[in-house]
């Protein structure tokens, strides 16, 4: 197949909840290191559509997390009818309560305490736990009987399948029968308000960042609104950098280049949660060590490609027949890269681009957001708005 393809890419597989009707099916799940060995990004895609209380008080260790609410009325993640309470703090006996009623995503900095997490939902929403190591794991503690606590581990690394024997545990919900006959209560819930009493100070709202709707003009192959989260810029302290976007349209985008230092994941799925397997397109990647000899991927699948850092790639080419969303996830606060152009004595110069050197070029005093505005030459030429992009010899 190829260095790359056999190494980088992951093909997501539908994968049924069993924890009851509260998380609709089918989901999907990135699983860092055990979906693709060297992988230190961990993710999942899942629905929610009915109102429920969710994990139980736990830290993780020198890693971070992001949990991502979004409205499932893709692409308008902004239809966010639902309020979900987090439980957050250092200690777990004091801990304080952030509210979520709009598409937000919040950051859980390493042993910080957290959860649970009380959804009350009337329209459907997307979650993602995005976690930031290869191997997930959680501490919790447990009372002991002397009135004292010990602390328990779990994580990918210890959990096995109770169903098959010395396989992986999936978290497919299948072994708490319980839980799957009640649904997590669900009738509790009919009259569920949020508890507004539940303390608050403000202490943890620079670990809230609710997402901007974006308007993109880019051209129409590209749907609005979309959502962006960029890193430091918008969410200070943040070493996530993704996109929410739902392309339209066949088209082309990016020049060769590497990110010097962070890993860059490639999310392509179809929009329509959660059946993100409803997917009809061709994605043509190039990818490779040396920008002279790069490798060609191919993919028609949902899947995830993992760029790692000082690895050349782009272009890409979207041959698209249903819509596709496609994250660009980049796990570092400044997203920047490294191109290249040759000099007039046919010499190659190497030159960056990143957030903390980009400014608006309409505003100059605020920073550029990739919005596409100032592009009108690509609207009405290259980007081809109201048309499908033709497929370039390179993608054949």
Same mark, same amino acid.
């Given at each position: 197949?190829?260095? !790359? ?53 736990? !830290? ?19 239809? !966010? ?191 329509? !949660? ?123």
């Amino acid at each position: 197949m190829g260095k !790359f393809r056999d190494t980088c890419v992951f093909e997501l597989v539908p994968e049924e909840s069993h924890w009851g009707d509260f998380c609709a099916s089918p989901m999907a799940y990135f699983r860092g290191e055990t979906s693709m060995p060297g992988s230190t990004y961990h993710v999942g895609f899942q629905t929610f559509k009915k109102s429920v209380d969710f994990e139980e008080q736990h !830290f993780h260790m020198a890693a971070d997390e992001y949990l991502v609410f979004l409205g499932a009325n893709v692409p308008d993640v902004f239809d !966010f009818d639902a309020t979900v309470e987090l439980d957050i703090g250092e200690d777990p006996d004091n801990m304080e309560t952030i509210v979520i009623d709009k598409a937000t995503v919040i950051k859980i900095p390493p042993y910080m305490w957290h959860c649970p997490i009380r959804f009350r939902i009337n329209k459907p929403i997307i979650f993602q736990q995005a976690y930031f190591d290869g191997t997930w794991s959680k501490i919790t503690r447990r009372l002991k009987e002397d009135g004292t606590y010990e602390y328990i581990y779990d994580g990918d690394d210890v959990r096995l399948c109770k169903e098959r024997p010395g396989g992986k545990c999936t978290m497919c919900g299948k072994c708490y029968g319980k839980l799957s006959e009640t649904g997590y209560n669900e009738a509790e819930y009919k009259d569920f308000e949020p508890d507004r009493k539940r303390k608050y100070t403000g202490k943890y709202d620079y670990l809230k960042y609710e997402l901007p709707e974006m308007v993109t003009y880019w051209g129409d192959w590209c749907a609005k609104p979309q959502a962006y989260m960029h890193g430091d810029h918008d969410f200070p302290g943040s070493h996530y950098h993704i996109g929410f976007q739902v392309f339209t349209k066949s088209n082309q985008m990016e020049l060769p280049h590497f990110h010097h230092h962070a890993d860059e994941y490639l999310v392509f799925v179809g929009p329509n !949660f959660p059946d993100i397997f409803d997917f009809d397109a061709t994605i043509t990647m190039f990818i490779g060590d040396d920008p002279d000899h790069m490798e060609k991927i191919v993919v028609d699948k949902p899947c995830v490609i993992r760029v790692p850092a000082n690895v050349w790639h782009c272009p890409i080419y979207f041959d698209l027949r249903k819509p596709v969303m496609f994250q660009a996830t980049f796990l570092d606060g400044i997203w920047h890269k490294v191109l290249r152009r040759k000099k007039d004595n046919g010499e190659w110069e190497y030159y960056y681009e990143g957030d903390n050197v980009r400014k608006c070029r309409l505003e100059p005093d605020k920073w550029c957001n990739i919005c596409g505005k100032c592009f009108a030459g690509l609207n009405a030429s290259s980007y081809s708005e109201g048309v499908s992009q033709p497929k370039p010899d390179w993608a054949e």
